[in-house]
T-cell receptor, first 111, second 113 residues
Framework: GQNIDQPTEMTATEGAIVQINCTYQ??????LFWYQQHAGEAPTFLSY????GLEEKGRFSSFLSRSKGYSYLLLKELQMKDSASYLC????????????FGTGTQLKVEL | NAGVTQTPKFRILKIGQSMTLQCTQD?????MYWYRQDPGMGLKLIYY???????DKGEVPNGYNVSRSTTEDFPLRLELAAPSQTSVYFC????????????FGNGTRLTVT
C-alpha cells in the first residue's frame, strides 16, 4: 500500500520562504508530484521529481530523497496568492500513471 | 483548447437516484481518471482508463461505473446514490508518458440527501 504524510496547516508571512514536507511509505515508487489547489478549484501541477535532488522552477522548488521517502516543496518570496492547499502525490508502479495523494497542506500567507 | 470539461458543476440527488457525471477532454490524452475529494482526505482514485474501450478500478470503485467509448469522453455513473457519495468529483486526463502530470477538470460538487 501507500501512505503519504503532510502537515495539515502552515502559516507564513508575505515575502518569506516556506518549506512544506511530505513523507511517504510505499510498496513501490515511480515519481512524486506536487499540486497546488485553491479553494473551490481544481488541482494544478507544480513539479515532478523522480530522481534524488532539487528541481527549481521560478519561485517554487521541489526536493526528493528516495532513500528517506521524503520530499519537500519550497516556496520563496511568498505572495498572498500562494495561499492554497499543496498536495503531494506518489505515482504507483504499474501502468496508467495512477497517483496516490496525501491529504494536502493548507498554507495561509499573511501580511 | 478547453482542456478537461466536467458537467454539471453542482448537483443534489436524493438517496437511490442515479446520475451520470460527464467528462470530456480535447487534448487527445490516452489516460483518463475519476477522483473524489472529501474534506480532510486526499483525492481517492475511483476508476481510470488507459484508452478507448479499456477501464479499470481504482481505490474506491464501489457504487460507481464508467465507460470509455471514445478517447475524449469518460462518464462516471452513480446507480443508487447514497449519502456516502456526497463529495467533490474530479475528472483528469494525462498523456501516456510516465512523467506526465494530470490535468484536472473544475470538479462536480455532489450532495446526496
Amino acid at each position: 500500500g501507500q501512505n503519504i504524510d503532510q502537515p495539515t496547516e502552515m502559516t507564513a508571512t508575505e515575502g518569506a520562504i516556506v518549506q512544506i514536507n511530505c513523507t511517504y511509505q510505499t510498496s513501490g515508487f515511480n515519481g512524486l508530484f506536487w499540486y497546488q489547489q485553491h479553494a473551490g478549484e481544481a488541482p494544478t501541477f507544480l513539479s515532478y521529481n523522480v530522481l534524488d535532488g532539487l528541481e527549481e522552477k521560478g519561485r517554487f522548488s521541489s526536493f526528493l530523497s528516495r532513500s528517506k521517502g521524503y520530499s519537500y516543496l519550497l516556496l520563496k518570496e511568498l505572495q498572498m496568492k500562494d495561499s492554497a492547499s499543496y498536495l503531494c502525490a506518489v505515482r504507483r508502479p504499474g501502468g496508467g500513471n495512477k497517483l496516490t495523494f496525501g491529504t494536502g497542506t493548507q498554507l495561509k500567507v499573511e501580511l | 483548447n478547453a482542456g478537461v470539461t466536467q458537467t454539471p458543476k453542482f448537483r443534489i440527488l436524493k438517496i437511490g437516484q442515479s446520475m451520470t457525471l460527464q467528462c470530456t477532454q480535447d487534448m487527445n490524452h490516452n489516460y483518463m481518471y475519476w477522483y473524489r475529494q472529501d474534506p480532510g482526505m486526499g483525492l481517492k482514485l475511483i476508476y481510470y482508463s488507459v484508452g478507448a474501450g479499456i477501464t479499470d478500478k481504482g481505490e474506491v470503485p464501489n457504487g460507481y461505473n464508467v465507460s470509455r467509448s471514445t478517447t475524449e469522453d469518460f462518464p462516471l455513473r452513480l446507480e443508487l446514490a447514497a449519502p456516502s457519495q456526497t463529495s467533490v468529483y474530479f475528472c483528469a486526463s494525462s498523456p501516456s508518458a510516465d512523467n506526465s502530470p494530470l490535468h484536472f477538470g473544475n470538479g462536480t460538487r455532489l450532495t446526496v440527501t
